[in-house]
């Protein structure tokens, strides 16, 4: 193996085939999140973010993470989870290096971008607002397009064209002061700014920006206080003639619950639809996609995925993508077998479920490495005690619950459901690394 990045992909790839209790979003959130650091004779080190999620993984994850690795190296391994520091950063990334460069937010430019008939005005007009084309140079981009507001259902490349306009626009000016952001990551900082009395922090950081791209802006909608605070940032950057790029699932004029002079705003400048891409298109992004992960793909096996994934762009890259990790673990070449087979997978995975009850019990208890029955038990061991209160937060949240609903659910007294939502809250507020863990949830919950 030529690096222990090898040997990490490949433990995970074991853990995926060997336990199919572990739920994706559970593998991604505490296991593809660590970072390989270095092997010491039996020990493997790998970096993880904070002692929240090293505490998760000791606790539910060790014994899996040393069977995946001793099933790659041939014998018997330790692992030991380190806290990711300036002091081991550098070491990692430099071991890191070796390894193909992952396709993060780095790779999300223009250049990346397959353009087709059914996002090439989206495609264009963030061009202009990105200073990248003819349209900027002959017209005002900064009047014209201000707001820009970008909608589409999921997985067609929204965010990839913000991505696309913050990584030209710091190319072009390095020292420009540029967010990207989401509608429920704004609505979070504004909560913690609000629980930790740091408001002028949280005015200061939004409303100096240059470049403010807030991907999925519905999440605000019938937040009324997050809706007062991004009006006024709105406000205040529009005036100072500063630009904003806005992305929704639909049109503002259908986002239920947003305020009437908030969608006025978003009505000043442009609205620009992305719709599902035609068939054309689809094989241009799977061949593009197979390139930049370095995969030999047939027109044939190109041409199956895509007429078989029509809708969704993220449907048609994890397909390329799970190909890819799975000719490189059973060294295999691609096949129409193979393809036929990853593309039901792929459409399996990504069928929207219902929001059940009994799912975001399971979804949490799969999360914190524990069991439905035990989320519902009397335990009160602090893992168990926490994934409660996240399911009791997440049943009123996302289904809309009442408090006697939810007791009556997990066979708890009414009342002190009520403390248990405002405690987690309260945490929530305070503790970053457990924001994003019910972050995590309600995208999964919400996107599968």
Same mark, same amino acid.
């Given at each position: 193996?030529?690096?222990?990045?090898?040997?990490?992909?490949?433990?995970? #790839?074991?853990?995926?085939?060997?336990?199919?209790?572990?739920?994706?979003?559970?593998?991604?959130?505490?296991?593809?999140?660590?970072?390989?650091?270095?092997?010491?004779?039996?020990?493997?080190?790998?970096?993880?973010?904070?002692?929240?999620?090293?505490?998760?993984? %000791?606790?539910?994850?060790?014994?899996?993470?040393?069977?995946?690795?001793?099933?790659?190296?041939?014998?018997?391994?330790?692992?030991?989870?380190?806290?990711?520091?300036?002091?081991?950063?550098?070491?990692? !990334?430099?071991?890191?290096?070796?390894?193909?460069?992952?396709?993060?937010?780095?790779?999300?430019?223009?250049?990346?971008?397959?353009?087709?008939?059914?996002?090439?005005?989206?495609?264009?007009?963030?061009?202009?607002?990105?200073?990248?084309?003819?349209?900027?140079?002959?017209?005002?981009?900064?009047?014209?397009?201000?707001?820009?507001?970008?909608?589409?259902?999921?997985?067609?490349?929204?965010?990839?064209?913000?991505? !696309?306009?913050?990584?030209?626009?710091?190319?072009?000016?390095?020292?420009?002061?540029?967010?990207? %952001?989401?509608?429920?990551?704004?609505?979070?900082?504004?909560?913690?700014?609000?629980?930790?009395?740091?408001?002028?922090?949280?005015?200061?950081?939004?409303?100096?920006?240059?470049?403010?791209?807030?991907?999925?802006?519905?999440?605000?909608?019938?937040?009324?206080? !997050?809706?007062?605070?991004?009006?006024?940032?709105?406000?205040?950057?529009?005036?100072?003639?500063?630009?904003?790029?806005?992305?929704?699932?639909?049109?503002?004029? #259908?986002?239920?619950?947003?305020?009437?002079?908030?969608?006025?705003?978003?009505?000043?400048?442009?609205?620009?639809?992305?719709?599902?891409?035609?068939?054309?298109?689809?094989?241009?992004?799977?061949?593009?996609?197979?390139?930049?992960?370095?995969?030999?793909?047939?027109?044939?096996?190109?041409?199956?995925?895509?007429?078989?994934?029509?809708?969704?762009?993220?449907?048609?890259?994890?397909?390329?993508?799970?190909?890819?990790?799975? %000719?490189?673990?059973?060294?295999?070449?691609?096949?129409?077998?193979?393809?036929?087979?990853?593309?039901?997978?792929?459409?399996?995975?990504?069928?929207?479920?219902?929001?059940?009850?009994?799912?975001?019990?399971?979804?949490?208890?799969?999360?914190?490495?524990?069991?439905?029955?035990?989320?519902?038990?009397?335990?009160?061991?602090?893992?168990?005690?926490?994934?409660?209160?996240?399911?009791?937060?997440?049943?009123?949240?996302?289904?809309?619950?009442?408090?006697?609903?939810?007791?009556?659910?997990?066979?708890?007294?009414?009342?002190?459901?009520?403390?248990?939502?405002?405690?987690?809250?309260?945490?929530? !507020?305070?503790?970053?690394?457990?924001?994003?863990?019910?972050?995590?949830?309600?995208?999964?919950?919400?996107?599968?």
């Amino acid at each position: 193996m030529d690096s222990l990045n090898e040997v990490f992909e490949l433990a995970i #790839k074991y853990i995926e085939a060997n336990n199919e209790n572990i739920s994706s979003i559970a593998l991604n959130k505490w296991i593809r999140n660590l970072e390989p650091y270095k092997l010491e004779g039996s020990t493997i080190m790998l970096l993880t973010n904070s002692d929240f999620d090293r505490n998760i993984i %000791t606790a539910h994850y060790s014994d899996v993470l040393a069977e995946a690795f001793e099933n790659v190296l041939g014998f018997p391994v330790k692992t030991e989870l380190l806290i990711r520091s300036k002091d081991t950063a550098g070491e990692a !990334a430099a071991d890191k290096s070796e390894a193909p460069a992952p396709a993060h937010f780095e790779m999300l430019t223009f250049e990346t971008f397959v353009k087709g008939k059914s996002n090439e005005l989206a495609y264009a007009f963030s061009m202009a607002v990105a200073g990248n084309n003819e349209m900027s140079s002959s017209i005002n981009t900064n009047q014209t397009f201000n707001p820009l507001f970008i909608y589409g259902d999921s997985g067609l490349g929204k965010t990839h064209l913000l991505k !696309a306009i913050e990584n030209e626009v710091k190319r072009k000016n390095p020292g420009i002061t540029i967010i990207y %952001t989401t509608g429920e990551n704004f609505l979070n900082e504004f909560i913690a700014a609000l629980t930790n009395k740091t408001t002028t922090e949280f005015h200061n950081k939004y409303r100096g920006a240059d470049f403010l791209l807030v991907d999925d802006i519905q999440f605000i909608a019938g937040k009324e206080t !997050a809706q007062e605070e991004f009006f006024h940032t709105f406000n205040d950057l529009y005036n100072a003639r500063k630009q904003i790029v806005l992305t929704a699932d639909i049109a503002p004029s #259908k986002i239920n619950l947003l305020e009437g002079r908030i969608r006025s705003r978003f009505a000043l400048g442009v609205q620009v639809d992305i719709q599902p891409p035609d068939f054309e298109t689809r094989m241009a992004i799977v061949k593009r996609k197979a390139e930049l992960v370095g995969l030999q793909l047939g027109d044939n096996i190109a041409r199956l995925i895509a007429e078989k994934i029509k809708t969704n762009i993220r449907q048609l890259e994890g397909t390329v993508n799970k190909m890819k990790g799975l %000719t490189e673990f059973t060294k295999e070449a691609p096949s129409m077998a193979m393809a036929q087979k990853v593309i039901k997978e792929i459409m399996i995975e990504n069928h929207p479920q219902e929001i059940t009850v009994d799912r975001i019990i399971t979804e949490t208890a799969n999360m914190f490495g524990i069991t439905a029955d035990d989320i519902r038990s009397t335990n009160r061991s602090k893992n168990i005690s926490l994934a409660r209160k996240v399911t009791i937060y997440l049943l009123k949240e996302i289904k809309g619950l009442t408090y006697l609903e939810i007791g009556n659910v997990l066979g708890k007294n009414h009342s002190t459901m009520t403390i248990h939502y405002q405690n987690i809250s309260e945490k929530m !507020a305070a503790n970053a690394d457990l924001r994003q863990v019910v972050e995590d949830l309600t995208k999964n919950l919400k996107n599968n």
